[in-house]
């Protein structure tokens, strides 16, 4: 069970990279802040998939727990941020 | 019991995979929204159910303050995650980015 756990994290992994091209080429800084967020939800179960490798759920499952919220709070924050600038228009 | 995990977690690696394709390929900032808000809330909960089944084979405190824990995740995206999509196509809107039509170019 060890390696079906070892192996979606590492396919999981492959993802965020995939999902990182949003995040540097996107045309506005919206898209951005999506591949960010894309990134952030799948961290989560890399993190418990971590803690059930290592037999240390005890300790992951806060961490993941901190890391949602920080997620959530950090994509609510640019949002409301770039809202009042004017950095959301096309860059190309 | 393990068939089942593998299962759930199969399913949950195969919605984060369309969604995924759904941020790169859809050719609209608004369009590109409509994955990345569902299918990522739909992998969080097949992943997560499929961790907390797991986390219980062996039962006892520990593994329910565990599995409490980890229902609390589920819970908090399901409330976060539509919260955060609303609030970046918010900022979309009132910065004024227009929605794509078909015939333009893709961007």
Redesign the interface.
């Known amino acids: 069970?060890d390696n079906?756990f070892l192996f979606?994290s590492v396919?999981?992994a492959l993802?965020m990279i995939?999902?990182l091209?949003?995040g540097i080429f996107g045309?506005?800084v919206?898209?951005r802040?999506?591949?960010v967020?894309?990134i952030g939800?799948?961290t989560?179960?890399v993190l418990?998939?971590i803690g059930?490798m290592y037999h240390r759920?005890?300790m992951f499952?806060?961490i993941?727990?901190a890391y949602?919220?920080l997620n959530?709070i950090a994509?609510?924050a640019a949002?409301?941020y770039?809202?009042k600038c004017?950095g959301?228009?096309?860059e190309s | 019991m393990n068939i089942i995990v593998s299962l759930l977690l199969l399913a949950a690696l195969f919605f984060f995979t369309a969604g995924l394709i759904g941020i790169l390929r859809f050719p609209d900032f608004y369009s590109r929204l409509h994955p990345a808000g569902k299918l990522d809330a739909l992998g969080v909960l097949l992943g997560m159910t499929a961790l907390g089944l797991y986390n219980f084979n062996d039962f006892s405190l520990g593994t329910l303050i565990n599995g409490f824990k980890i229902l609390l995740i589920v819970v908090f995206v399901f409330l976060a995650s539509p919260t955060a999509t609303h609030a970046i196509v918010d900022a979309g809107v009132r910065a004024g980015l227009t929605p794509w039509v078909k015939g333009d170019e893709r961007r």
């Open positions: 069970m079906v979606s396919y999981l993802l995939l999902s091209y949003r045309p506005t919206a898209d802040m999506i591949g967020n894309a939800s799948k989560t179960v418990i998939l059930l759920l005890d499952v806060d993941a727990l949602a919220l959530f994509v609510l949002s409301r770039f809202q004017k959301l228009y096309d």
